[in-house]
């Protein structure tokens, strides 16, 4: 693993109007060109997180400790020189006016889910019922709206990660979710891996329709052949790979199995996650870059020198040191890939 310090000096106030001046051009000059970032970025205007032709991008969920419209979330892009993302879902769909939820969830005892009592099961049932009747007909004008906002800064939206695609979920919701993608300007959707069969075929079957992939993320759970029976069922069924999270359950799981796969399956992945966490054998926790386990370094060389198209996605989930944010830290990560990738 690399031991080169990687450290950036937190940004002076200068770098941030200088940033944000960048990001008012490129709403100027992109107008509504379909290739806004693009025109962006040949400028040498916006960020570009691009090297070597590997895409770099982040999944939004990196930024949950601050903060979170749609605005603060692009500019967090900006400011960490990300030029490409994995949306999360809560924080548009409240934009495009999802009911407000009034019934305020008790809280973990012990890490262990509150035992609801029956009023309080029916008025989550009501709440799911009410937000699966706006999803059916919600227009899709404020995601363009949003993919437009994004482009113009000179950030592409790759993947979208709604909470939409589970078993309980309406097929007019996952619909809905897909139809999102689209608006949004995404290629796939991401969801956790599911246990039933029958549910990867459902969202499967609905993906082709739409012509969306479907991207299945895995945790600790993640073995060579979990993907197998999903990639079998549809071409649009696809891997969102955590590579953390591979190294993480250790047992069979190695760098070398990890890079074999990857080799395997690239043509049905979508896009992958990369952190650094250390193996279950050294307790699995999630570390600085460069700390554990993970084997970026191999990673990305291998996506550089394979020339694979899909992106990288940095998942920030180390414990964000003191005097820093996760801004700070996603932009870290930003440096650490490219002096792999440029190295």
Same mark, same amino acid.
């Given at each position: ?40 970025? !040949? ?32 500019? @967090? ?24 939820? !009034? ?5 973990? =005892? ?20 009410? =937000? ?6 919600? !227009? ?14 000179? =950030? ?19 619909? @809905? ?56 069922? !549809? ?91 996760? =801004? ?7 440096? @650490? ?7």
């Amino acid at each position: 693993m690399p031991t080169k310090d990687l450290s950036l000096q937190t940004n002076t106030r200068r770098e941030f109007f200088y940033t944000t001046s960048l990001a008012s051009a490129a709403f100027f000059l992109a107008g509504r060109s379909a290739w806004a970032g693009e025109t962006i970025r !040949s400028f040498g205007m916006g960020p570009d997180s691009k090297f070597r032709g590997v895409q770099i991008g982040a999944i939004t969920y990196s930024f949950r400790s601050m903060p979170g419209n749609p605005e603060q979330l692009l500019q @967090y892009c900006l400011d960490s020189h990300i030029s490409a993302i994995e949306l999360m879902g809560d924080s548009i769909e409240d934009y495009a006016g999802k009911p407000v939820n !009034s019934f305020k969830m008790p809280p973990r =005892v012990n890490g262990q889910a509150p035992q609801l009592t029956d009023e309080q099961k029916a008025q989550v049932a009501a709440y799911q019922k009410q =937000v699966a009747e706006w999803r059916a007909g919600v !227009s899709m004008d404020p995601f363009e709206t949003i993919r437009k906002m994004y482009n113009k800064a000179g =950030v592409s939206i790759y993947a979208f990660k709604p909470n939409a695609l589970n078993a309980n979920n309406t097929d007019a919701e996952v619909e @809905y979710a897909l139809r999102a993608a689209k608006a949004l300007g995404a290629k796939s959707v991401t969801i956790e891996l599911p246990t039933d069969p029958s549910q990867s075929k459902r969202l499967g079957d609905l993906g082709e329709k739409h012509k969306i992939y479907i991207g299945y993320h895995a945790h600790l759970q993640a073995t060579d052949t979990a993907w197998d029976t999903a990639l079998a069922q !549809s071409p649009y069924n696809s891997m969102n790979l955590d590579c953390g999270h591979y190294i993480a359950a250790g047992g069979n799981n190695t760098k070398e199995s990890l890079l074999a796969l990857i080799e395997a399956k690239h043509d049905r992945i979508t896009s992958i996650h990369i952190k650094d966490r250390r193996t279950k054998e050294n307790g699995g926790k999630n570390m600085i870059w460069g700390q554990g386990d993970t084997p970026l370094k191999e990673i990305l060389s291998l996506l550089r020198d394979k020339k694979y198209k899909f992106p990288a996605t940095i998942e920030l989930e180390y414990d964000i040191p003191a005097g820093s944010d996760a =801004v700070q830290e996603t932009r870290k990560c930003v440096e @650490y890939a490219k002096n792999i990738l440029e190295g």
